[in-house]
């Protein structure tokens, strides 16, 4: 189960996700649909751990995960492993 509670981010000093929440039962299949800007891909690089969250929570089968602010490109992408010649994360 992905569970989202109240996920918060930010560009600097702009807010570009503001209390998002949702939830994601075990067995599912979704789809994140939206407008051009409205952070689809922004929530999916948090989830991923490409980018850090402002505030919020994730849950993801089992203990609540609260990630402190990374910049991008920090200890998350670190832990990435890709292929030889492959880029890791976004640029």
Not at 81 to 88: L, N, P, Q, S, V
């Amino acid at each position: 189960m992905l569970d989202v509670q109240h996920l918060s981010v930010a560009y600097g000093v702009t807010e570009v996700l503001r209390d998002v929440s949702f939830t994601v039962p075990e067995r599912s299949i979704v789809a994140l649909l939206g407008g051009n800007g409205s952070g689809k891909t922004t929530t999916l690089n948090v989830l991923s751990g490409l980018l850090a969250q402002r505030g919020g929570a994730v849950r993801f089968r089992g203990p609540l995960h609260r990630r402190a602010a990374e910049p991008r490109g920090g200890p998350a992408r670190d832990r990435c492993r890709c292929r030889r010649g492959a880029r890791c994360g976004a640029a």
